[in-house]
Structures are given as C-alpha cells and as structure tokens.
C-alpha cells in the first residue's frame, strides 16, 4: 500500500558524527585507485562501483557472520550476503572447515567424484521436476546452457523472458534485463546481434494476456518460457495469483518448455525451492548461490529426456574444466543438510517480517513515500509511490532518494545493496539485535533524507 502521511514534525536526526582520519576511508580509496588502473571500472562485477548510489566503493578485508569489515576496519551489518549466497551468513565455521579439509584432499580433480553424485542426489530429492542434473561453474553458465537444451531438445530458436528478469549475461538474455543493467540505465547491450536479439520476446511479468498474444503470434515457434517463480532483479516482486500456473498451462498446450530461474529463490524461499511453494512443476530448472555454500558453482537440471539431449548422450554441447568441482560440491554437502532443520525457513522468514514491518512503519512515521515487497527472507524496500508488481512499476521508484537513503544506512553501520533494484537477503547469522539496530537506522536515516517542512 502506498505511504502518503505528512512528514514527521520531530527535529531531523544529525548526521553521524565526522570520522577520523583512519575512519574515512583513506586505505580504501588507495586500493580502489589501484583498482581502477588494472581491473575494469575498479570491479569484476558492475554494481560493486556504487555508480547508481555514489560515495567510495567498499575494499572488504573479511566477514563472519552477519558482519563485513572493510579494509580501514569499518564494521557492518550485511544485507547483501554475497547477493543471496550465504544463507548460513559469512564464513560458517561448518563450511570453512569443510572446504579447508577438502582442499588438502585436492581442489579439482577434472574427472568425476562422488561428492557430484552425492549433491546431485540431495538436489533431486529436495527438487522433484529435476530427474538429471549438470553442475557449471555460474548462474549465467547454467541458465545459457538451459537454453540450449530447450532449442537443441524442441528444435525451435525463440524464448520468451519477462521485462526486468535477469538471468546473466549470455547473449539471449541482455534484452530487457533488470538487475545490473536497470542499475546502470542500460536497456540492451551493445555486442549481442541484433539477429540474435530478435529470437528474444519480452513480456511484462505478471502480464497473462501478453504472454498469451506473444504464442499466438509466435505458435509452434517458442522453444521455451524462462521466469524468476519470484521476481529478484527488478527489486522483489512476487507473482501475481495464478500467474505461474498459467505459464505452465500456456507452454504445454503449445509444446514450448517451461524454465524456473531459482538461482535466487533456490533453497532461499523454501528447501525444495518456489516452485515447491507455488506447487508448479517446470521443465527444466537452473539454480546456483546457495548450492554452493558460498563457492562459484550453479547447475541446470530437468526432465530426463530433456537433458538427455546434452553430451555425451545427445547433441547439445556444453562442457567445463571446473564444473562440479570438489570444494564447492562439499561446500553445499555441507550447508543443505543444515537447511532441512525444523523451522529454519519460519525463522529467517520471522526475521524477514521483523525488518519488513519495522520499514513500513519507519516510512509512515516519516511521511516518505515507499513500498516494501517481501517474500520469505528476500525484500526491497521501493522508494514509490504506488505498488509494484512489475518492471514498469519498479522503474518508477526514485532512485535518487534510493542513493541517499544507502548512502545514510552506510554511514550508519548497514550495508545495503547498492542499487534500487536488487533484493536484501536476511541470512540465519542475522539476529534479532541487528535487525532491529537496522530499523533504527532506517528511521535515522529516512527522517535525514526526508523533505524539510
């Protein structure tokens, strides 16, 4: 529901108070210059420069926990969480020792072990529509090589996404996509072919009656639908009642398949993922973050006889030097079974609610216009002021209040994704202490930023 309250008459809250020498970041901004002289843009990954909020970029020194220090020994609370990866927060003692004892065993071995077996196995069990699994090293490897199955397997060239869907960076998906590039403005990328970037159709998430004109249009032609089951890279939106399950209906009837992205929502919403919560069964299924505890390591999986189609058995070719590698594959040995423990997902989605309705009442108590969109422990908080239940409506959100309201939160002690359109993640290290000092400094610093009577 949009806020609309007059702003609160208390006095503005000073900013925090001015740090010393050592505080403000002086061995940072050295590392960063550095940075910007040998790696692109300072960053190996776009949203890491902080162009869409300003201020100095964070140079991490380590984590544990809920927590991040930053090379000048700065401490914060962390809603980032390697953008949805660490469920169990930084450094599980668990996971580190795991890894570290794997290691000494050999950290690639470029042929089969049974800790592949063994994750696959937990996997299919836990995610029913996934009957044979293959393990990349990325989400943008595995949702890439998805889509070749469903071309290779249907023998058909176009997919369908939605309007602010991401699911990486491969050619066929930089349509349209939210996430990095709505962050930096971008709509398409220049060096994906315009031929190519024809056989990709966009619809509006949660739009039925598009998707319906785009088969009709399109009949006998799609080789697949590809959707986030919740909306993650427009900033969280979930699905509208009915909207997956029409997927479903549509694809069949005309023979396309049907792709769940729960790279995110893998493991995150629920043990057997969304598409356990919705009750919807897709075809193929790409996944990643969380099944690998931390480590770089995503997986596609589905239908037998659709990934039967992938070499060695059939003709559709993908391969990798550390696909299924043995540090990540016992990193995730190590943190899924940790994950089927009674009320583990009640308890980070209490948390989730905690913050949830702490940010709600924050932005009536300041009259700022905002919405919060939350779905188990996933959340954005829209600086807008109607709902948002799409890409268009996500675009209306006011960025730059979005950047100074980061940049608050920074200053106070809360790292935040550094960009209006992408998902807090609440990990169980988080307790109910930090949730609540994060609720207070949003208050500070939604009463700071607000507008001045």
């Not at 209490?350 to 702490?358: F, M, P, T």
Request: overall charge positive.
């Amino acid at each position: 529901m949009a806020i609309s309250r007059k702003p609160s008459r208390k006095k503005p809250l000073r900013r925090p108070r001015r740090a010393s020498a050592a505080e403000n970041g002086h061995r940072s901004a050295r590392l960063f210059a550095r940075a910007q002289k040998i790696l692109v843009g300072g960053v190996n990954s776009p949203v890491r420069a902080f162009r869409a909020v300003g201020g100095a970029p964070l140079v991490i020194d380590r984590a544990r926990g809920s927590r991040l220090w930053d090379v000048d020994g700065r401490e914060y609370i962390d809603y980032v969480c390697s953008w949805g990866a660490l469920i169990l927060g930084h450094a599980d003692p668990k996971v580190v020792s795991a890894v570290a004892n794997q290691a000494r065993r050999g950290t690639s071995y470029g042929m089969t072990s049974p800790l592949e077996i063994d994750l696959g196995e937990r996997i299919a069990c836990a995610i029913p529509s996934i009957e044979r699994i293959r393990f990349v090293s990325s989400g943008t490897e595995a949702a890439m090589s998805a889509i070749r199955a469903a071309r290779g397997f249907t023998g058909r060239d176009f997919i369908l996404k939605f309007e602010g869907g991401y699911h990486g960076h491969a050619d066929s998906f930089l349509v349209e996509a939210g996430s990095g590039l709505a962050t930096l403005g971008i709509s398409a990328s220049p060096g994906v072919p315009a031929a190519l970037a024809q056989l990709t159709l966009n619809a509006p998430y949660n739009d039925v009656a598009a998707v319906e004109k785009i088969f009709a249009r399109h009949a006998g032609k799609i080789a697949a639908v590809i959707v986030e089951p919740v909306a993650a890279n427009m900033g969280v939106v979930p699905p509208a009642p009915g909207f997956l399950d029409s997927l479903r209906r549509i694809t069949s009837r005309d023979g396309a398949l049907l792709i769940f992205d729960e790279v995110i929502t893998g493991f995150r919403l629920a043990y057997g993922g969304a598409q356990g919560i919705f009750s919807v069964r897709p075809d193929l299924t790409v996944l990643g973050k969380i099944i690998g505890g931390g480590l770089p390591v995503a997986a596609y999986g589905g239908r037998r006889e659709i990934m039967e189609s992938i070499a060695p058995l059939g003709p559709v070719y993908q391969a990798g030097t550390l696909s299924g590698n043995p540090l990540a594959m016992r990193a995730g040995l190590t943190t899924l079974p940790r994950l089927e423990a009674p009320r583990f997902y009640d308890a980070l989605g209490a948390k989730s609610l905690r913050l949830s309705e702490g940010l709600r009442k924050a932005l009536r108590d300041t009259g700022i216009p905002g919405e919060v969109n939350a779905t188990g422990s996933l959340l954005t908080l829209f600086f807008s002021s109607g709902p948002v239940r799409d890409f268009a409506g996500a675009k209306k959100a006011d960025t730059a209040r979005f950047a100074a309201f980061f940049r608050e939160m920074l200053r106070r002690g809360i790292f935040l994704p550094p960009s209006q359109f992408e998902a807090l993640f609440i990990s169980a290290a988080h307790t109910e202490d930090d949730i609540d000092r994060t609720v207070s400094a949003a208050r500070q610093s939604l009463e700071y930023i607000a507008p001045k009577e």
